[in-house]
């Protein structure tokens, strides 16, 4: 009965995940302690939560990915050069995640779920910045009604960022979008599209790395990933389908609600215990 509930778990996560290129660990990680701590699942301690969840989005990513690479939304170049940045960055984060206790995790962990719903929220009210003339490197897309938008980075602070991303993802186990879609979009004119679909590359790459140190650590429970996984992998694809079918602002408000009613249970949680 449990494993079935994983199935269920990860595809949500999935289809979440995808669909607005967050990577699926806000769900995952929230519910394998919950789960936990109501006895339905075994006990599991954050950093178990943390490397399942990242194992998990290797796969999350990976199948999101491809099918966005199917309609060509993917912005590869781009994609690696924020790597270069947020595979470190998720290298470290893990290391600092072996240091947290359960109550600060559950504080920190909360706190960071209400800023990323903030963030969200910033996301579809502030104006991109207008900087394509100063931007180091360009690129261009061609959207599904012939409009053709100009967007780009400098190469270090898109570094500097996806180094943040890539801490967050390592030390929470959420793949790190929640944070690289924002900037993407804000910061340097991503298209959503693209932005959601180069964000989804990027997890899968920084998950790979993160999860790798995990699993040194001996941070899997390796059951549970197993369960958690084919559900993640059709529901990215089923998040990748609505991501071009749907207008994302009614889906990011639902999700921005569930991250802060997440954030609320787990700062109560940290203070409590």
Not at 16 to 36: K, Y
Request: charged share 10%; net charge positive.
């Amino acid at each position: 009965m449990e494993y079935a509930l994983l199935i269920v778990i990860g595809f949500l996560a999935g289809t979440i995940g995808s669909l607005v290129g967050l990577g699926g660990g806000v769900i995952i990680v929230p519910s394998l302690l919950f789960l936990s701590a109501a006895h339905i699942l075994p006990s599991i301690s954050p950093q178990v939560a943390v490397g399942t969840s990242l194992v998990v989005i290797i796969f999350n990513g990976l199948s999101s990915t491809l099918t966005y690479m199917k309609h060509k939304m993917v912005d590869y170049k781009s994609g690696l050069a924020f790597f270069i940045g947020s595979g470190p960055g998720g290298i470290f984060g893990a290391w600092i995640n072996q240091k947290l206790h359960l109550h600060h995790f559950s504080l920190y962990f909360g706190l960071f779920l209400i800023f990323t719903s903030f963030l969200l929220m910033i996301r579809s009210r502030l104006s991109p910045l207008q900087r394509q003339k100063e931007f180091k490197v360009k690129r261009t897309y061609i959207t599904n009604e012939g409009e053709e938008i100009v967007y780009g980075y400098h190469p270090w602070m898109a570094i500097s960022i996806a180094f943040a991303v890539g801490f967050f993802g390592g030390l929470f186990g959420i793949g790190g979008g929640s944070l690289m879609v924002p900037a993407m979009i804000l910061l340097f004119l991503f298209p959503p599209h693209v932005a959601v679909a180069t964000s989804m590359l990027i997890v899968f790459l920084s998950a790979l790395v993160s999860s790798l140190t995990h699993i040194a650590m001996g941070n899997v429970a390796w059951l549970f990933a197993f369960a958690l996984i084919p559900g993640a992998w059709f529901g990215a694809k089923c998040g990748a389908w609505i991501n071009r079918k749907l207008k994302g602002n009614t889906v990011v408000t639902v999700l921005r609600i569930v991250l802060i009613l997440l954030g609320v249970r787990l700062i109560y949680q940290g203070i409590v215990s």
